[in-house]
Protein backbone atom coordinates (compact mmCIF):
# COMPACT_ATOMS: atom_id res chain seq x y z
CA UNK A 1 0.00 0.00 0.00
CA UNK A 2 1.97 2.98 -1.51
CA UNK A 3 1.44 5.68 1.47
CA UNK A 4 3.39 9.15 2.41
CA UNK A 5 2.08 9.77 6.35
CA UNK A 6 2.53 12.84 7.68
CA UNK A 7 2.66 14.69 11.71
CA UNK A 8 0.84 16.03 13.30
CA UNK A 9 -2.72 17.06 10.92
CA UNK A 10 -3.00 20.27 12.80
CA UNK A 11 -0.13 22.17 14.73
CA UNK A 12 -0.34 25.55 16.55
CA UNK A 13 2.57 27.06 17.94
CA UNK A 14 3.38 30.60 19.35
CA UNK A 15 6.10 32.93 17.24
CA UNK A 16 9.17 32.11 18.07
CA UNK A 17 8.74 28.38 18.93
CA UNK A 18 10.69 25.50 17.81
CA UNK A 19 8.38 23.55 14.69
CA UNK A 20 8.84 19.92 13.47
CA UNK A 21 6.93 18.42 10.54
CA UNK A 22 7.76 14.49 10.16
CA UNK A 23 6.84 12.91 6.86
CA UNK A 24 7.64 9.04 6.10
CA UNK A 25 6.93 7.08 2.92
CA UNK A 26 6.47 3.56 2.36
CA UNK A 27 7.65 3.07 -1.24
CA UNK A 28 11.57 3.27 -0.81
CA UNK A 29 11.15 6.66 -3.00
CA UNK A 30 14.36 8.21 -3.71
CA UNK A 31 13.12 12.10 -3.83
CA UNK A 32 11.24 13.52 -1.34
CA UNK A 33 9.64 17.21 -0.87
CA UNK A 34 8.18 19.99 1.35
CA UNK A 35 5.90 22.16 -0.17
CA UNK A 36 3.76 24.76 1.00
CA UNK A 37 0.49 25.13 0.34
CA UNK A 38 -1.68 29.14 0.57
CA UNK A 39 -4.62 30.71 -0.80
CA UNK A 40 -3.51 32.64 -4.19
CA UNK A 41 -0.12 31.48 -4.44
CA UNK A 42 -0.69 27.71 -4.54
CA UNK A 43 1.80 25.17 -3.93
CA UNK A 44 5.54 26.57 -3.53
CA UNK A 45 8.27 24.52 -3.17
CA UNK A 46 10.17 24.74 0.06
CA UNK A 47 13.26 21.78 -0.16
CA UNK A 48 13.36 18.95 -1.95
CA UNK A 49 15.81 15.88 -1.34
CA UNK A 50 17.31 13.46 -3.58
CA UNK A 51 18.66 11.04 -1.22
CA UNK A 52 19.40 10.36 2.46
CA UNK A 53 21.77 13.60 3.37
CA UNK A 54 21.18 15.06 -0.48
CA UNK A 55 19.05 17.95 0.33
CA UNK A 56 18.55 21.04 -1.92
CA UNK A 57 16.75 23.79 -1.58
CA UNK A 58 13.55 24.82 -3.43
CA UNK A 59 11.67 28.35 -4.34
CA UNK A 60 10.93 29.27 -1.26
CA UNK A 61 13.76 27.94 1.68
CA UNK A 62 14.19 31.28 3.57
CA UNK A 63 13.13 30.15 7.48
CA UNK A 64 12.88 26.74 7.08
CA UNK A 65 15.69 23.56 7.17
CA UNK A 66 15.16 20.29 6.80
CA UNK A 67 17.03 16.72 7.01
CA UNK A 68 16.91 13.65 5.80
CA UNK A 69 19.10 10.89 7.81
CA UNK A 70 16.68 7.44 6.30
CA UNK A 71 15.09 7.10 2.89
CA UNK A 72 11.71 7.01 4.50
CA UNK A 73 11.57 9.66 6.39
CA UNK A 74 11.79 13.72 5.41
CA UNK A 75 11.33 16.31 8.35
CA UNK A 76 10.85 20.29 8.00
CA UNK A 77 12.42 22.70 10.80
CA UNK A 78 11.08 25.96 11.13
CA UNK A 79 13.37 27.50 13.93
CA UNK A 80 12.10 30.35 15.34
CA UNK A 81 8.19 30.14 13.70
CA UNK A 82 7.13 33.36 12.35
CA UNK A 83 3.35 34.39 11.88
CA UNK A 84 3.77 34.37 8.16
CA UNK A 85 4.48 31.08 8.17
CA UNK A 86 1.21 29.45 8.91
CA UNK A 87 0.23 27.80 5.90
CA UNK A 88 -0.88 24.10 4.97
CA UNK A 89 2.44 21.91 4.41
CA UNK A 90 2.39 18.88 2.12
CA UNK A 91 5.38 16.63 2.08
CA UNK A 92 5.30 14.54 -1.39
CA UNK A 93 7.78 11.70 -2.75
CA UNK A 94 8.24 10.21 -6.19
CA UNK A 95 10.93 7.79 -7.74
CA UNK A 96 13.37 9.93 -9.87
CA UNK A 97 11.28 12.06 -12.20
CA UNK A 98 7.41 10.33 -12.12
CA UNK A 99 4.76 11.31 -10.17
CA UNK A 100 4.09 12.69 -6.95
CA UNK A 101 2.45 10.85 -3.71
CA UNK A 102 1.48 13.51 -1.33
CA UNK A 103 0.97 13.20 2.01
CA UNK A 104 -2.39 14.37 4.25
CA UNK A 105 -0.74 17.72 4.98
CA UNK A 106 0.09 19.66 8.14
CA UNK A 107 -2.27 22.88 9.16
CA UNK A 108 0.05 24.61 11.10
CA UNK A 109 -0.58 27.93 12.64
CA UNK A 110 1.94 29.83 14.19
CA UNK A 111 -0.20 32.51 16.70
CA UNK B 1 11.62 31.50 -15.45
CA UNK B 2 8.93 29.14 -15.99
CA UNK B 3 5.76 29.96 -15.52
CA UNK B 4 2.22 27.79 -15.79
CA UNK B 5 -0.86 29.49 -16.65
CA UNK B 6 -3.90 28.16 -16.04
CA UNK B 7 -7.46 28.83 -16.97
CA UNK B 8 -10.23 29.50 -15.86
CA UNK B 9 -9.41 30.03 -12.53
CA UNK B 10 -13.01 28.71 -11.42
CA UNK B 11 -15.83 27.16 -12.96
CA UNK B 12 -19.39 25.98 -11.98
CA UNK B 13 -20.90 23.76 -14.31
CA UNK B 14 -24.02 21.55 -14.21
CA UNK B 15 -24.17 17.99 -13.39
CA UNK B 16 -23.86 16.01 -16.63
CA UNK B 17 -21.87 18.72 -18.83
CA UNK B 18 -18.32 18.51 -20.15
CA UNK B 19 -15.33 20.82 -19.07
CA UNK B 20 -12.39 21.78 -20.31
CA UNK B 21 -9.22 23.30 -18.36
CA UNK B 22 -6.58 24.61 -19.35
CA UNK B 23 -2.97 25.00 -18.85
CA UNK B 24 -0.48 27.18 -21.09
CA UNK B 25 3.67 26.29 -20.40
CA UNK B 26 6.51 29.01 -20.67
CA UNK B 27 9.14 27.24 -21.26
CA UNK B 28 9.21 24.89 -24.63
CA UNK B 29 12.04 22.48 -23.38
CA UNK B 30 9.17 21.37 -20.80
CA UNK B 31 8.46 17.63 -20.51
CA UNK B 32 6.66 14.94 -18.69
CA UNK B 33 2.75 16.63 -18.12
CA UNK B 34 0.46 16.13 -14.99
CA UNK B 35 -3.28 16.91 -14.21
CA UNK B 36 -3.06 16.60 -10.28
CA UNK B 37 -6.51 17.08 -8.45
CA UNK B 38 -6.90 17.79 -4.97
CA UNK B 39 -10.53 17.66 -3.02
CA UNK B 40 -11.30 20.62 -0.07
CA UNK B 41 -9.23 19.74 2.89
CA UNK B 42 -7.25 16.57 1.16
CA UNK B 43 -3.84 16.06 -0.99
CA UNK B 44 -3.18 16.31 -4.24
CA UNK B 45 -3.58 13.30 -6.37
CA UNK B 46 -2.19 12.61 -9.66
CA UNK B 47 -5.09 11.80 -12.25
CA UNK B 48 -3.03 11.78 -15.61
CA UNK B 49 0.17 12.08 -17.73
CA UNK B 50 1.12 12.42 -20.91
CA UNK B 51 4.91 12.61 -22.01
CA UNK B 52 4.41 13.30 -25.26
CA UNK B 53 2.27 15.20 -28.02
CA UNK B 54 -1.15 13.42 -28.45
CA UNK B 55 -4.63 12.35 -26.25
CA UNK B 56 -4.90 9.75 -23.55
CA UNK B 57 -8.22 9.09 -22.20
CA UNK B 58 -9.11 7.60 -18.90
CA UNK B 59 -12.88 6.63 -18.28
CA UNK B 60 -14.42 10.50 -18.46
CA UNK B 61 -10.99 11.79 -18.43
CA UNK B 62 -9.13 12.77 -21.76
CA UNK B 63 -5.89 15.35 -21.59
CA UNK B 64 -3.88 17.12 -24.72
CA UNK B 65 -0.98 18.24 -25.06
CA UNK B 66 0.56 20.13 -27.75
CA UNK B 67 4.00 20.85 -27.05
CA UNK B 68 4.14 23.41 -30.07
CA UNK B 69 1.84 25.57 -28.70
CA UNK B 70 2.80 24.70 -24.94
CA UNK B 71 -0.64 23.93 -24.16
CA UNK B 72 -1.74 20.99 -22.15
CA UNK B 73 -5.68 20.57 -21.34
CA UNK B 74 -7.88 18.52 -19.21
CA UNK B 75 -11.63 17.42 -20.59
CA UNK B 76 -14.07 16.24 -18.52
CA UNK B 77 -16.65 14.38 -19.91
CA UNK B 78 -20.54 13.77 -18.04
CA UNK B 79 -19.13 15.75 -14.91
CA UNK B 80 -20.32 14.58 -11.07
CA UNK B 81 -20.25 16.54 -8.39
CA UNK B 82 -17.54 14.51 -7.19
CA UNK B 83 -15.54 15.88 -9.85
CA UNK B 84 -15.83 18.85 -7.50
CA UNK B 85 -11.91 20.01 -6.60
CA UNK B 86 -9.45 22.14 -7.40
CA UNK B 87 -7.35 20.99 -10.48
CA UNK B 88 -3.43 21.78 -10.55
CA UNK B 89 -1.43 21.05 -13.73
CA UNK B 90 1.97 20.63 -13.58
CA UNK B 91 4.99 19.94 -15.46
CA UNK B 92 9.10 19.38 -15.35
CA UNK B 93 11.03 22.39 -16.87
CA UNK B 94 13.44 21.67 -19.75
CA UNK B 95 16.26 23.63 -17.84
CA UNK B 96 16.25 23.22 -14.28
CA UNK B 97 14.27 19.82 -14.30
CA UNK B 98 12.08 20.85 -11.66
CA UNK B 99 8.57 19.99 -11.59
CA UNK B 100 6.36 23.51 -11.84
CA UNK B 101 2.34 23.87 -10.55
CA UNK B 102 0.06 25.81 -11.52
CA UNK B 103 -1.98 27.67 -9.42
CA UNK B 104 -5.14 25.96 -9.98
CA UNK B 105 -8.72 26.16 -11.58
CA UNK B 106 -11.29 25.40 -8.97
CA UNK B 107 -14.11 23.44 -10.14
CA UNK B 108 -17.07 23.32 -8.99
CA UNK B 109 -20.50 20.66 -10.28
CA UNK B 110 -23.92 21.19 -9.64
CA UNK B 111 -26.35 18.38 -9.24
Known amino acids: DMKVTQMPRYLIKRMGENVLLECGQD?????MYWYRQDPGLGLQLIYI???????SEGDIPKGYRVSRKKREHFSLILDSAKTNQTSVYFC??????????FGSGTRLTVL | QQNVQQSPESLIVPEGARTSLNCTFS?????YFWWYRQHSGKAPKALM?????GEKEEGRFTIHLNKASLHFSLHIRDSQPSDSALYLC???????????FGLGTTLQVQP
Open chain 1, 92 to 101: ASSSGQETLY
Open chain 1, 27 to 31: MSHET
Open chain 1, 49 to 55: SYDVDSN
Open chain 2, 27 to 31: DSASQ
Open chain 2, 49 to 53: SIFSN
Open chain 2, 90 to 100: AGITGNTRKLI
